[in-house]
C-alpha cells in the first residue's frame, strides 16, 4: 500500500500564494507519474498539473504560467506552487502517484486524501 500526505492548503487572498507538498510512503517500487487534480463545489474532478519521472509537465490551460509542479524524488514528494491564486482555484486539491500496475502499460493510482485551499475575494 501507498500513503500520499498532503499538505500545505488554507485560506490565502486573492493575489496570494500557496504551495502544497504530498509526500508518499509505504510499498513505492518506482514512480511512473505524480500530480494533481481539484475538485470545487458542484463541479467536475479537475487535473491540475502532473510531472513524470523525467521531469515532464502537463497543465490544465487555466494555471499556466500561475501554478509549477516538482519533485523531490529523493523523498518520494511533489509540490505545487500556486501564485496569482483568484477565487476560481478555490477547490480541494487531490495528489496521486502512479506505479505501474499488474498488467504491459498498467499503472495503479493512489490518492491522497485532499488538502483544502480557499482563495478569499
Known amino acids: 500500500q501507498v500513503q500520499l500526505v498532503e499538505s500545505g492548503g488554507g485560506l490565502v487572498q486573492a493575489g496570494g500564494s500557496l504551495r502544497l507538498s504530498c509526500a508518499a510512503s509505504?510499498?513505492?517500487?518506482?514512480?511512473?507519474?505524480m500530480g494533481w487534480y481539484r475538485q470545487a463545489p458542484v463541479k467536475e474532478r479537475e487535473s491540475v498539473a502532473s510531472?513524470?519521472?523525467?521531469?515532464?509537465?502537463n497543465y490544465v490551460d487555466s494555471v499556466k504560467g500561475r501554478f509549477t509542479i516538482s519533485r523531490a524524488n529523493a523523498k518520494n514528494t511533489v509540490y505545487l506552487q500556486m501564485n496569482s491564486l483568484n477565487a476560481e482555484d478555490t477547490a480541494v486539491y487531490y495528489c496521486?502517484?502512479?506505479?505501474?500496475?499488474?498488467?504491459?502499460?498498467?499503472?495503479?493510482?493512489?490518492w491522497g486524501q485532499g488538502t483544502q485551499v480557499t482563495v478569499s475575494s
Open positions: 496521486y502517484l502512479d506505479q505501474p500496475g499488474g498488467g504491459w502499460g498498467s499503472r495503479t493510482r493512489y
Open positions: 510531472i513524470t519521472t523525467g521531469g515532464s509537465t
Open positions: 509505504g510499498s513505492i517500487e518506482s514512480i511512473i507519474a
